[in-house]
């Protein structure tokens, strides 16, 4: 089908494992991945097969200036900050040529990718080595310096998920290449739900727009159910700053997926509930809510008797509270089978010959057989039935991955076949098709030297973690070199750097103008058990940090 094996690499490594990097890089390209995500520049250092590089939204890419960095360093592509908004986007691209990817769906992180130290500063697990512990999901208590609490236990470094399935036109004509989902620890079902989705998203729009844009891979896909994203899991949907700043990114209540809103409860009984709904709820549907104390709540239908709902378990709930379905046992089991169906485009054309016939067959993607056909002219005897009998014949390719979209007789008279034998002549020309040689050229990464890194220093942010990394750095201008958080934790670091705005989510930034802004003395802290975490609002940037402290300073 053409479509591209990316492998993510883009863990920071150290000096003892880079070795065995190298070595899995080429067993890598050797079984035929195409390109390799990456985040760690010592990777660059190390001798490398000529395998395309893309950089991973883990070196923080958000600015012109970084991602020319990296065209000229000879990356084929660049995944860029979840945080960009579409004029930002525009502005990238107007300025480089290298290929840029965009996150559309899926978890959140609060903080810049890359860029939190929460994880492995609180427990030694690093984000940046693939074991975020999610410290950014638990329940925190917010106080001022003075240790008044003004939001006790919520989730506030929590955010939606991501949904930009709305904008897919708009981001491919600010010059988006490539569209992500993210994918961590999802389920089968949540992969073949959203990817339907989008695939028929992006396939409509390029219908609507074929000289404007251009699939890079083939294959027509069919889908024998009904795609919806908020059937799999999701914390409520936020384009996040795709057009900049919104106050509802965020989801306080719970880190849990929440589902789809299905209606609200009319009455409460003893065993049941009844409810106002349009949607179709069946036994074994799990639904959830928030109860009089802001808790995340849930239970699963045991059963249902016209508008009755029976629980399993009769939940403390309340008349008028607003129920979701986190869980579609009918839409789950749906997808339990065969979910779609891929094939490609053929063009099949049977022309006489001087010998006797030739099989001409084409795919979408260029690709020709010609199959000669040495055999007996037999004339038919019922003109009509024989012609329809062969395109018939021709049209049928089974199992295969392959489809026919035309079918065309190019004959003198017609003439009569056994069905057996026009099957096994198709059968021969698509199998030395699907034969035809598809290997790739070496990618050859075109470097341009001198190429200085745009920053006169990142510090810890750089994430080098082995001496590779640092004299990649060394090389291209950086002097003050200072070793990545892993391997020199400090307390008195900021752990996150975050476009999320506690203040601004809660109605309390200065730019609202709000007139309920309770009463308090900065800096804020966040409180988790007895970890107290700093929170600075630069406000010139719209941003937040988060630093660790031990005790709340006194004003």
Excluded at 164 to 189: C, H, P
Aim: hydrophobic share 35%.
């Amino acid at each position: 089908f053409r479509a591209k094996v990316l492998i993510t690499l883009n863990t920071i490594f150290t000096d003892s494992e880079l070795e065995e990097v190298q070595k899995l890089i080429r067993q890598l390209y050797h079984i035929g991945a195409d390109a390799l995500i990456i985040q760690d520049m010592g990777i660059l250092q190390l001798d490398l097969p000529p395998i395309a590089l893309h950089a991973s939204t883990q070196m923080d890419n958000r600015t012109p200036e970084k991602v020319k960095f990296l065209e000229n360093e000879g990356f084929k592509r660049v995944v860029l900050a979840r945080e960009l908004s579409l004029e930002q986007i525009a502005k990238i691209r107007k300025q480089t040529q290298i290929e840029l990817e965009a996150f559309v769906h899926g978890s959140l992180c609060v903080s810049y990718s890359g860029q939190c130290y929460l994880s492995h500063a609180c427990c030694g697990r690093s984000a940046n080595r693939g074991e975020c512990a999610q410290y950014c999901r638990l329940p925190y208590s917010l106080q001022d310096t003075n240790g008044n609490i003004l939001i006790d236990k919520k989730h506030l470094l929590s955010l939606k998920d991501m949904d930009r399935s709305d904008f897919l036109y708009e981001m491919m004509m600010a010059g988006i290449t490539t569209f992500k989902i993210e994918g961590r620890l999802k389920e089968v079902n949540y992969v073949k739900n959203v990817t339907a989705f989008y695939r028929q998203k992006i396939d409509l729009i390029l219908e609507a727009n074929p000289t404007h844009f251009q699939r890079t891979s083939v294959g027509k896909s069919t889908f024998f159910f009904m795609p919806h994203p908020k059937k799999s899991f999701n914390r409520g949907k936020t384009d996040y700053f795709l057009y900049n700043r919104k106050q509802d990114i965020t989801q306080f209540g719970t880190p849990k997926s929440i589902g789809e809103e299905v209606g609200t409860v009319d009455k409460v009984y003893s065993q049941y509930l009844t409810v106002s709904t349009n949607a179709e709820l069946h036994n074994g549907d799990g639904l959830c809510f928030f109860n009089q104390f802001g808790i995340f709540d849930g239970f699963r239908i045991n059963q249902i008797t016209e508008n009755k709902i029976f629980p399993a378990e009769m939940p403390a709930i309340s008349s008028g509270v607003i129920l979701y379905r986190n869980f579609d046992h009918e839409f789950e089991k749906q997808l339990q089978h065969k979910s779609a169906e891929r094939k490609i485009a053929l063009d099949l054309v049977f022309q006489e010959t001087s010998n006797g016939f030739e099989l001409h067959i084409s795919d979408e993607i260029g690709s020709t057989v010609s199959y000669p056909i040495n055999c007996e002219k037999i004339e038919a005897q019922k003109e009509e039935q024989a012609l329809q009998n062969i395109k018939t014949q021709l049209a049928k390719l089974g199992d295969t991955i392959y489809y026919a979209r035309t079918v065309s007789l190019h004959l003198k008279q017609a003439y009569f076949f056994p069905l057996s034998q026009l099957a096994a002549y198709k059968r021969e020309a698509v199998q030395q098709l699907s034969s035809l040689s598809t290997e790739k050229q070496p990618f050859v990464r075109k470097q341009i030297k001198p190429n200085p890194y745009p920053a006169v220093s990142r510090g810890y942010t750089l994430n080098i973690m082995n001496e590779q990394a640092a004299r990649f750095y060394r090389e291209h201008g950086l002097i003050d070199i200072e070793p990545a958080f892993e391997r020199k934790p400090d307390s008195e670091v900021i752990l996150m750097y975050c476009k999320h705005c506690i203040k601004y989510a809660l109605g309390w930034c200065p730019k609202q103008k709000n007139q309920n802004i309770p009463d308090f003395r900065e800096p804020l802290y966040l409180k988790l058990n007895q970890q107290l975490f700093e929170l600075t609002f630069h406000c010139s940037q719209c941003e937040m940090t988060l630093r660790f402290t031990t005790t709340c300073r006194q004003k």
